[in-house]
């Protein structure tokens, strides 16, 4: 009898050191918090789309700065009246001269789209580098959750292998043989859904840090840390009114926008030209000519424009001052989150369900312990283990949302 139940029991802790590891294919290499954000960061599209956005603003500044082409005339007459000829012919070049009061504004214009652009690429670089941080301990955490799945199968898996000795003994009834394998069916099935909600939260990562290879293998490694200072919430939202990227990207739309405006009114002036030349007749009268062309805004007085402009001024003006309220919103609930998440981690006591987890074992295969027990003893195992990564992992996502909202890195503060 004794050697059985230490046969058991032998059966139990040799399962017990092999249900961490994997049943797929280990991972062919590690990765960690800060490569997974320099990886997104050089090879996610949105970044170079954005990058596009700002050749397309150089463009405009460059086309605002340019000065207008000049034009080149030639006028030939060629008259005759019976016996009678004459004619003229004229060489010259002509300027538009609306350049001299619409190209200043044009090109303020143009320049605050550029640094707007700049800036949106900057909020990009912040929203993909939060993305990777989420997609990463999500994927860690899903890993771990999946490993501890996998022991509290095997709890089930090797008692049914050493309930069939005990059963073949007289220790344990046939009822008692046939729930052990009903709940192994449960925790395998809910390790095989942990399992498949690691592989896709690694798909989601792997897409981030190169969408070409989803399919990559690797495993995240925990060298991120989890502070828990505490931080002035004043001092977050100062820094992120004055440092938000969308924020400022906002900011400098408008001043473009001012400056359109402007642009809008002084095109109110009319146009005007001039241009110079030569002129030589037939009875060789020649000499120097020049024409000034400058229009009369009777109808077209650019007011569509100029009211255009101005409502998208305004326009701005209001999104900007919405986007404000909407940070200031952001950081809030963001601090409120991390103060939670931050006071619950506090108070969590040094749990050890690996322990419990081993004990019930042990006392099973020992026949200490009743089967129903045991059942508490790995339901006990599985609810501790849910809570402590649960709880590690919204304490760390709500550590990179407020980064993420106050634009900044937590140990600035």
């Not at 490569?35 to 605002?64: C, D, F, M, S, W």
């Not at 938000?244 to 473009?256: G, N």
Request: with cysteine.
């Amino acid at each position: 009898m004794k050697y059985i139940q230490l046969v058991a029991c032998l059966l139990f802790l040799l399962g017990f050191s092999f249900i961490a590891i994997p049943q797929e294919m280990e991972p062919a290499q590690t990765l960690t918090l800060l490569q997974a954000v320099e990886r997104a960061l050089a090879n996610y599209p949105a970044l170079q789309i954005q990058r596009y956005a700002i050749e397309q603003a150089l463009g405009h500044k460059t086309t605002a700065g340019l000065l207008p082409n000049p034009v080149l005339s030639y006028y030939r007459e060629d008259l005759k009246f019976g016996e009678l000829k004459g004619g003229e012919e004229i060489f010259s070049a002509g300027l538009p001269l609306n350049f001299l009061w619409n190209r200043w504004s044009q090109t303020n214009a143009a320049e605050a789209q550029v640094e707007a652009s700049n800036l949106a690429l900057a909020n990009v670089q912040r929203l993909v580098t939060f993305e990777a941080q989420k997609a990463f301990i999500e994927c860690y955490y899903s890993s771990q959750s999946y490993q501890a799945w996998q022991k509290a199968a095997a709890v089930f898996r090797q008692a049914a292998t050493t309930g069939k000795i005990r059963l073949t003994d007289g220790d344990i009834s046939g009822y008692e043989q046939q729930r052990i394998a009903l709940e192994q069916q449960r925790y395998q099935k809910a390790a095989s859904e942990a399992q498949v909600e690691f592989i896709n939260s690694r798909r989601r990562l792997a897409f981030l840090l190169d969408p070409t290879q989803s399919e990559m293998q690797f495993e995240p490694v925990s060298d991120f840390q989890t502070p828990a200072t505490e931080i002035n919430l004043e001092k977050l939202l100062a820094h992120a009114m004055q440092n938000r990227p969308d924020l400022q990207a906002a900011r400098a739309i408008s001043r473009s926008k001012q400056a359109a405006l402007s642009a809008a009114k002084w095109q109110q002036l009319p146009a005007a030209s001039i241009s110079a030349g030569y002129k030589k007749q037939v009875d060789d009268f020649k000499g120097a000519v020049i024409q000034i062309n400058l229009g009369f805004p009777l109808f077209d007085r650019n007011q569509g424009e100029v009211r255009s402009a101005r409502a998208a001024h305004e326009q701005q003006i209001t999104a900007t001052d919405l986007l404000e309220k909407q940070v200031a919103l952001e950081v809030r609930q963001a601090y409120g989150r991390y103060r939670l998440y931050r006071e619950l981690l506090e108070a969590r006591t040094a749990e050890q369900p690996e322990s419990v987890l081993q004990i019930a074992q042990f006392s099973y295969a020992e026949g200490e312990m009743p089967l129903i027990e045991l059942l508490d003893g790995v339901r006990a195992y599985s609810e501790a283990f849910q809570t402590r990564f649960d709880l590690l992992l919204q304490y760390q996502l709500s550590i990179f949302e407020l980064e993420k909202a106050a634009a900044t890195s937590m140990a600035n503060f």
